[in-house]
């Protein structure tokens, strides 16, 4: 094959091996955004999960150091991500500050309670979870109430679910599309070379000899079109970030790395399975099938 490659005839095609290369990059450049899109909307619903509030308000009277206990006794639940204690007098702070007048002043006295925010992990900010939370805290003599919107937390849920379910049914269709893409892509290159095959064939290579040099292609216009693809990503989050600079808070460089593996992986698989369907379909006709 290398004979191939270097011959006159090999010349005549490798802007066609270029121009494959370019295409399956850009093949796969969609399933990498579409893949990038789909890890900043898990993360942005983790994000927004775990900013839900849960308020514990504790009972006047009740001792800081029993606060700090109950929360200390939060922080190791399964259920919750964070605590953070609210005293008396930082709660009129904040209120102070909302209001821009010093309401402690006017009445004489704080009429704020102590509270502890709890903010739950993504996996279980959902109504069940807390009224199940809710419930056992609801039993403890230091909670006065707990306070969380139920409403607010349906709604964050299910929308999420909705947008959810509309990228992965959007990323499905892509993908086949993208199948489809690079499997036409390459079959018209195979298509180049069916002479060639058929002429390796009459001479008495074995089919296996044939497949070879042909997938040994077909994996590398696949990594080469997953790196170009990789590259064009790593920009266009560069660019991303540069113009809507909150995106860093949804960064996770792990997952994205998994998503080039894929891009990269996808490439060579869909690459390698069309060249050799191609090439098979190829060794199984006849001569005179190859002019029609």
Same mark, same amino acid.
């Given at each position: 094959?290398? =004979?191939?490659?270097? !011959?006159?005839? *090999?010349?005549?095609?490798?802007?066609?091996? @270029? !121009?494959?290369? @370019?295409?399956?990059?850009?093949?796969?450049?969609?399933?990498?955004?579409?893949?990038?899109?789909?890890?900043?909307?898990?993360?942005? *619903?983790?994000?927004?999960?775990?900013?839900?509030?849960?308020?514990?308000?504790?009972?006047?009277?009740?001792? =800081?150091?029993?606060?700090?206990?109950?929360?200390?006794?939060?922080?190791?639940?399964?259920?919750?991500?964070?605590?953070?204690?609210?005293?008396?007098?930082?709660?009129?702070?904040?209120?102070?500050?909302?209001?821009?007048? =010093?309401?402690?002043? $006017?009445?004489?006295?704080?009429?704020?309670? !102590?509270?502890?925010?709890?903010?739950?992990?993504?996996?279980?900010?959902?109504?069940?979870?807390?009224?199940?939370?809710?419930?056992?805290?609801?039993?403890?003599?230091?909670?006065?109430?707990?306070?969380?919107?139920? !409403?607010?937390?349906?709604?964050?849920?299910?929308?999420?679910?909705?947008?959810?379910?509309?990228?992965?049914?959007?990323?499905?269709?892509?993908?086949?599309?993208?199948?489809?893409?690079?499997?036409?892509?390459?079959?018209?290159?195979?298509?180049?070379?069916?002479?060639?095959?058929?002429?390796?064939?009459?001479?008495?290579?074995?089919?296996?000899?044939?497949?070879?040099? $042909?997938?040994?292609?077909?994996?590398?216009?696949?990594?080469?079109?997953?790196?170009?693809?990789?590259?064009?990503?790593?920009?266009?989050?560069?660019?991303?970030?540069?113009?809507?600079?909150?995106?860093?808070?949804?960064?996770?460089? $792990?997952?994205?790395?998994?998503?080039?593996?894929?891009?990269?992986?996808?490439?060579?698989?869909?690459?390698?399975? *069309?060249?050799?369907?191609?090439?098979?379909?190829?060794?199984?006709?006849?001569?005179?099938?190859?002019?029609?």
């Amino acid at each position: 094959m290398e =004979e191939f490659e270097s !011959s006159a005839y *090999s010349k005549k095609t490798k802007p066609v091996y @270029i !121009s494959t290369v @370019i295409s399956i990059a850009l093949v796969l450049l969609m399933i990498g955004l579409l893949g990038l899109i789909l890890v900043h909307a898990r993360n942005l *619903s983790n994000y927004v999960k775990e900013n839900i509030v849960l308020n514990i308000i504790v009972n006047d009277g009740a001792k =800081e150091v029993d606060i700090l206990a109950l929360q200390k006794q939060l922080d190791v639940n399964p259920f919750v991500l964070k605590t953070q204690y609210v005293s008396k007098e930082l709660a009129a702070r904040n209120l102070q500050k909302d209001l821009g007048e =010093e309401f402690v002043q $006017f009445l004489g006295y704080n009429p704020l309670l !102590s509270s502890i925010d709890v903010y739950m992990k993504a996996d279980y900010a959902n109504n069940a979870s807390i009224e199940k939370l809710s419930g056992q805290l609801s039993k403890n003599t230091l909670v006065k109430e707990v306070i969380y919107q139920k !409403s607010l937390i349906d709604m964050v849920n299910q929308n999420l679910k909705v947008i959810g379910f509309v990228i992965l049914a959007f990323a499905a269709i892509l993908m086949i599309i993208a199948v489809a893409l690079i499997n036409n892509t390459i079959r018209l290159v195979i298509y180049s070379q069916r002479f060639l095959i058929k002429s390796m064939q009459l001479v008495g290579a074995t089919k296996g000899f044939i497949r070879k040099p $042909f997938i040994g292609y077909g994996l590398l216009h696949g990594f080469i079109g997953g790196l170009i693809a990789v590259i064009l990503l790593l920009l266009t989050l560069y660019v991303a970030q540069q113009q809507i600079p909150e995106l860093v808070i949804l960064t996770n460089w $792990f997952e994205f790395g998994i998503v080039f593996l894929i891009v990269i992986g996808a490439g060579m698989l869909i690459s390698t399975m *069309s060249t050799w369907f191609a090439v098979s379909k190829y060794l199984g006709l006849k001569i005179y099938d190859l002019y029609k």
